[in-house]
Nanobody, 121 residues
Framework: QVQLVESGGGLVQPGGSLKLSCAAS????????MGWYRQAPGNQRELVAI???????NYADSVKGRFAISRDYAKNTVYLQMNSLKPEDTAVYYC???????????????WGQGTQVTVSS
């Protein structure tokens, strides 16, 4: 069984910073892409940033230049450094990992439980 556990959310003032972490554990043969998504009330879940196994990154236009995704391959952990936060960044942030749980298994997506980020004065 695979688990993704996020941490680092909270309340921050506009212009502030937060760093999210997501650690994958359990039956993992290899991880492909890891990423962060977010969902605000009344909105659909949207991509924030992804990082491939090779280290390539992609960001939503709304966070480019403010957020940075990184990965610790040895720890199966992905991070999201969020700077210059805005009220519109308020959402539940979810971690996703595309991985093979064992050799020969199909590539499958796994999600974390989400962590709340609130940007407010």
């Amino acid at each position: 069984q695979v688990q993704l556990v996020e941490s680092g959310g909270g309340l921050v003032q506009p212009g502030g910073s937060l760093k999210l972490s997501c650690a994958a554990s359990g039956s993992i043969f290899r991880i492909d892409t890891m990423g962060w998504y977010r969902q605000a009330p009344g909105n659909q879940r949207e991509l924030v940033a992804i990082i491939t196994n090779g280290g390539s990154t992609n960001y939503a236009d709304s966070v480019k230049g403010r957020f940075a995704i990184s990965r610790d391959y040895a720890k199966n952990t992905v991070y999201l450094q969020m700077n210059s936060l805005k009220p519109e960044d308020t959402a539940v942030y979810y971690c996703k990992a595309g991985l093979w749980p064992w050799l020969g298994a199909p590539l499958s997506d796994y999600w974390g439980q989400g962590t709340q980020v609130t940007v407010s004065s």
